[in-house]
């Protein structure tokens, strides 16, 4: 098995800080469902920390001009956003 990675450049369109569009490997998509926060796990947190711990991205479904549709977790880091994962 080969494991191949590919970095594609991310830019995402909020609207009321809530993803609504997306360009991604070339491709213009369009969120076609309400996105859900992906935040840190409140089982994974130690007893002191604070529960209160930011959004650190989002996932959502995404259809293309042609009808495909992908979901996508994205998350922002140094130098914008970037998609974590993306499932046909």
Do not use: K, N
């Not at 996105?35 to 130690?46: E, I, K, M, N």
Request: hydrophobic share 40%; aromatic share 14%; glycine share 8%.
């Amino acid at each position: 098995m080969t494991d191949t990675t590919s970095a594609h450049d991310v830019t995402l369109w909020l609207v009321d800080d809530i993803p609504a569009r997306m360009f991604y490997a070339g491709r213009r998509w369009t969120v076609s469902d309400i996105p859900t926060r992906l935040r840190d796990s409140v089982w994974s947190l130690a007893a002191d920390d604070d529960l209160r711990r930011g959004l650190y991205g989002w996932r959502f479904q995404a259809t293309d001009p042609d009808g495909e549709a992908f979901v996508f977790d994205v998350y922002s880091g140094e130098g914008g956003w970037h998609v974590h994962r993306a499932y046909a």
